[in-house]
């Protein structure tokens, strides 16, 4: 599926680096949050390929926090939030998921060192364009502490943002 193209069923992206995924509504919560990830992970820093297929991601409600893909890459790139494009493995771990909301924990490490955690909120977007697909409405940002086994310890306020 290319950028400029609308939701289908069927085809699951498999390319470690593709950065051009678009929305589906085959793919579950957990797997559009991993293939978000996987998109910023191989970020072009020149065209930021990476980022813009993170917004094609974002809920029609995200969309109006954040509305110029410019501000979308500035969030992005801003110091709470770089360490989604730099990071050398991440950990999923989905939290909750009823049949329109999904809760999705990304804890990400550079060189064995925790460097971010973020709670995907992703909604099952209802009517639309993207009427039954899982979109992303929040990344909420939560300051955490390094354990000495270098597990992360959420605090318990949360940073949250339009991601």
Same mark, same amino acid.
């Given at each position: 599926v290319t950028a400029g193209e609308g939701p289908r069923r069927g085809g699951a992206d498999t390319a470690p680096r593709n950065v051009r995924p678009a929305p589906t509504c085959d793919r579950s919560s957990l797997l559009v949050v991993q293939i978000q990830m996987n998109a910023l992970k191989y970020n072009n820093d020149t065209t930021n390929d990476g980022i813009r297929a993170v917004r094609r991601f974002a809920s029609p409600r995200n969309r109006q926090t954040i509305a110029t893909v410019d501000e979308f890459v500035r969030t992005i790139r801003s110091p709470t939030y770089s360490p989604m494009l730099s990071y050398d493995s991440v950990r999923y771990t989905p939290?909750? @998921?009823? &049949?329109? %909301?999904?809760? =999705?924990? =990304? $804890?990400?490490? @550079?060189?064995?060192? =925790?460097?971010?955690? %973020?709670?995907?909120? $992703?909604?099952? =977007? &209802?009517?639309? @364009? %993207? &009427?039954?697909?899982?979109m992303t409405d929040a990344v909420v940002a939560t300051p955490q502490t390094v354990t000495a086994s270098g597990s992360g310890v959420a605090h318990p306020e949360g940073r949250p943002a339009a991601g």
């Open positions: 939290v909750q @998921e009823s &049949d329109d %909301y999904a809760q =999705v924990q =990304v $804890l990400t490490r @550079e060189n064995d060192t =925790v460097t971010g955690q %973020y709670y995907f909120r $992703l909604r099952n =977007v &209802d009517g639309g @364009e %993207y &009427d039954g697909c899982w």
